[in-house]
């Protein structure tokens, strides 16, 4: 636009004065660019204005939509600051040298070049500047700004001046929320865009955090009145805040418990945000593990164990049986970081949400549960852990109260394959004892639905599943190895049959 301007200002200057002798500094320096200088401030004012106005709806509108603290993200914005301080220093110039201009004993020559110089500019800088206010609210943009905000004054202030500690509570305390409002509004719109970025962002952000926890000053993590009467906190008991200070866990807290919030209003309405805040409530974990810090790792999985919770009371089974999978990674990943009683924890957990998923009628969260903990039983052989007999002893109660129910035993079905595949695993790694065991809780199986799971189980060859599924794979699927198991397996209870 600058080009274009002197372009065709030039062009049409040279062509009009081609037979006269003038410059372009006689033009500025004559008595007539000064009286040209009294129309200048209506120009800015009215520029200013049209500025104003757009700025002032469009972040209304972006605040109302997202969240109030668009407002003073914009206002703290140096980008923001500094083109409408230039239109107002601009508009104020040029009242005054059309001021000084005005008297007629001399030609404010610097003033009117300076002036047309600071006009020109404001007119050309107009629409950059509302293409980046545009971008600024964008709500993507937005969202990214806050975790930056957030993280940053986690890092300088409290390192730098642990007098600010409090303040900055608030500013965490706060940056949190609003990442949580975006969300919340973007599921009131159905964004799920942005619902689903912001959920992203909260799980970054308590991941970087845990990169600058090690470097923060004790108090820091004392539980204050600050913290005490947020609204996450406020209705805790004593011996609830006591243990959240003594293990330092407050931020992992207020950001767990906007996934809560988030995860109840988006179950069977936006099953994908349920599945973005599974995978980074594990990634939390995780990342809590590999900086040694077990006490928020433990913390993330009761929040897992809230989400089943929730699901299963809402009789979401899809969302179950993808949280299921992203809480088996965690417990494969407590195996691999050693963290034993983790695992042994979550393998329990998962009996537990499988038999009640099971007694409300969904029996396929008890099938799904009894497959992935088959998965983390072949973990824990292969890593040879110590509590490898334990997770199997978990594995072979999970259908116990379960068989009770006769009226949905065919639903257990599910569980004697998960528990076969086990055992073709043992075997294929000459574990003979190890798949006896199996055996041994199988005795008492009908010999018709012993012989159909058998046939099931060796007439599945196509290791994908035949429809889109999160996971991919089928369930019942053994490989080539395995499936050549089924008949030693099987053999065993066709010997008992005829030794009886």
């Given at each position: 636009?600058t080009?274009m301007?002197?372009?065709?200002?030039?062009?049409?200057?040279?062509?009009?004065?081609?037979?006269?002798?003038?410059?372009?500094r006689?033009l500025l320096h004559?008595p007539g660019?000064a009286?040209?200088?009294?129309s200048?401030?209506?120009?800015?004012?009215g520029?200013l204005?049209?500025?104003?106005?757009?700025v002032?709806?469009?972040?209304?509108?972006?605040?109302?939509?997202?969240t109030?603290?668009v407002?003073?993200?914009f206002?703290?914005?140096?980008?923001n600051?500094?083109?409408l301080?230039?239109?107002?220093?601009t508009?104020?110039?040029?009242?005054w040298?059309s001021l000084?201009?005005s008297?007629?004993?001399?030609?404010?020559?610097?003033?009117v070049?300076v002036?047309?110089?600071?006009?020109?500019?404001?007119l050309?800088?107009l629409?950059?500047?509302?293409?980046y206010?545009?971008?600024?609210?964008n709500?993507h943009?937005?969202?990214?700004?806050m975790h930056?905000?957030t993280?940053k004054?986690?890092?300088t202030r409290?390192?730098a001046s642990?007098?600010?500690?409090?303040?900055?509570?608030?500013?965490t305390l706060?940056g949190i929320e609003?990442?949580a409002d975006?969300?919340?509004?973007?599921?009131?719109h159905?964004d799920k865009?942005i619902?689903?970025?912001?959920?992203?962002s909260?799980?970054?952000?308590?991941?970087?955090?845990?990169?600058?926890?090690g470097n923060?000053?004790?108090?820091?993590?004392?539980?204050e009145?600050?913290?005490?009467?947020?609204?996450?906190?406020v209705?805790f008991?004593t011996?609830?805040?006591?243990?959240?200070e003594k293990k330092?866990?407050?931020?992992?807290?207020k950001?767990?418990r906007?996934?809560q919030?988030?995860?109840g209003e988006t179950l069977?309405?936006?099953r994908?945000?349920?599945y973005i805040i599974?995978i980074?409530?594990?990634k939390?974990?995780?990342?809590?593990l590999i900086?040694?810090d077990p006490?928020s790792a433990?913390l993330a999985q009761k929040?897992f164990n809230?989400?089943l919770?929730?699901t299963i009371?809402?009789?979401d089974?899809r969302?179950a049986y993808n949280?299921l999978?992203?809480?088996?990674?965690?417990?494969?990943?407590?195996?691999?970081q050693?963290q034993?009683h983790l695992a042994?924890?979550?393998a329990?957990?998962?009996?537990y949400?499988?038999?009640l998923?099971?007694s409300?009628?969904?029996a396929?969260?008890?099938?799904?549960?009894?497959?992935d903990?088959?998965?983390?039983n072949?973990?824990?052989?292969d890593?040879?852990?110590?509590c490898r007999?334990?997770?199997?002893a978990i594995?072979l109660?999970?259908?116990?109260?379960?068989?009770?129910?006769?009226?949905?035993?065919?639903?257990?079905?599910?569980v004697?394959?998960?528990q076969?595949k086990?055992a073709?695993y043992?075997?294929?790694?000459?574990?003979?004892?190890?798949a006896?065991?199996?055996?041994?809780?199988m005795?008492?199986e009908l010999?018709?639905?012993?012989?159909s799971?058998h046939?099931?189980?060796?007439?599945?060859?196509?290791p994908?599943?035949w429809?889109?599924?999160d996971?991919?794979?089928n369930?019942d699927y053994l490989e080539?190895?395995?499936?050549?198991q089924?008949?030693?397996?099987?053999g065993?209870?066709?010997?008992?049959?005829?030794?009886?």
């Amino acid at each position: 636009m600058t080009g274009m301007s002197l372009a065709v200002f030039l062009t049409t200057f040279f062509i009009d004065t081609a037979n006269l002798d003038v410059s372009i500094r006689e033009l500025l320096h004559s008595p007539g660019a000064a009286n040209m200088m009294t129309s200048m401030p209506e120009v800015i004012a009215g520029l200013l204005g049209i500025t104003i106005s757009v700025v002032a709806i469009i972040v209304e509108l972006a605040a109302n939509r997202y969240t109030p603290h668009v407002t003073e993200l914009f206002i703290k914005s140096p980008v923001n600051t500094i083109v409408l301080g230039f239109f107002v220093v601009t508009g104020t110039l040029c009242i005054w040298v059309s001021l000084a201009g005005s008297a007629g004993r001399y030609v404010p020559k610097m003033g009117v070049t300076v002036s047309m110089a600071a006009v020109t500019c404001s007119l050309l800088i107009l629409i950059p500047y509302f293409i980046y206010v545009f971008n600024f609210l964008n709500p993507h943009h937005i969202i990214n700004r806050m975790h930056d905000v957030t993280l940053k004054a986690i890092q300088t202030r409290v390192a730098a001046s642990p007098q600010q500690v409090g303040h900055t509570k608030r500013r965490t305390l706060r940056g949190i929320e609003q990442l949580a409002d975006i969300a919340l509004n973007a599921i009131d719109h159905k964004d799920k865009g942005i619902c689903m970025h912001a959920a992203v962002s909260l799980g970054d952000l308590s991941r970087d955090y845990l990169g600058l926890k090690g470097n923060l000053p004790d108090i820091w993590f004392e539980m204050e009145t600050v913290l005490c009467d947020n609204a996450d906190f406020v209705s805790f008991e004593t011996v609830v805040i006591e243990a959240i200070e003594k293990k330092r866990t407050w931020v992992e807290m207020k950001v767990l418990r906007q996934y809560q919030m988030l995860y109840g209003e988006t179950l069977n309405k936006m099953r994908d945000i349920n599945y973005i805040i599974a995978i980074h409530t594990r990634k939390l974990a995780e990342k809590a593990l590999i900086a040694g810090d077990p006490s928020s790792a433990e913390l993330a999985q009761k929040f897992f164990n809230t989400y089943l919770r929730a699901t299963i009371n809402q009789r979401d089974v899809r969302t179950a049986y993808n949280v299921l999978n992203q809480y088996r990674l965690l417990a494969e990943f407590a195996l691999e970081q050693g963290q034993w009683h983790l695992a042994v924890e979550i393998a329990e957990r998962f009996k537990y949400y499988g038999q009640l998923g099971f007694s409300q009628g969904m029996a396929f969260v008890l099938e799904t549960a009894a497959y992935d903990l088959c998965r983390v039983n072949e973990l824990a052989f292969d890593l040879d852990v110590p509590c490898r007999d334990q997770m199997l002893a978990i594995f072979l109660e999970v259908d116990k109260k379960a068989e009770a129910d006769h009226a949905m035993e065919a639903s257990l079905r599910g569980v004697r394959k998960a528990q076969v595949k086990l055992a073709t695993y043992y075997l294929t790694h000459s574990q003979v004892d190890l798949a006896r065991i199996i055996f041994q809780d199988m005795e008492g199986e009908l010999t018709d639905r012993l012989e159909s799971i058998h046939s099931e189980l060796a007439s599945i060859i196509q290791p994908d599943f035949w429809e889109i599924t999160d996971r991919g794979t089928n369930l019942d699927y053994l490989e080539p190895k395995r499936r050549e198991q089924l008949d030693v397996f099987f053999g065993w209870f066709k010997e008992r049959s005829q030794g009886a």
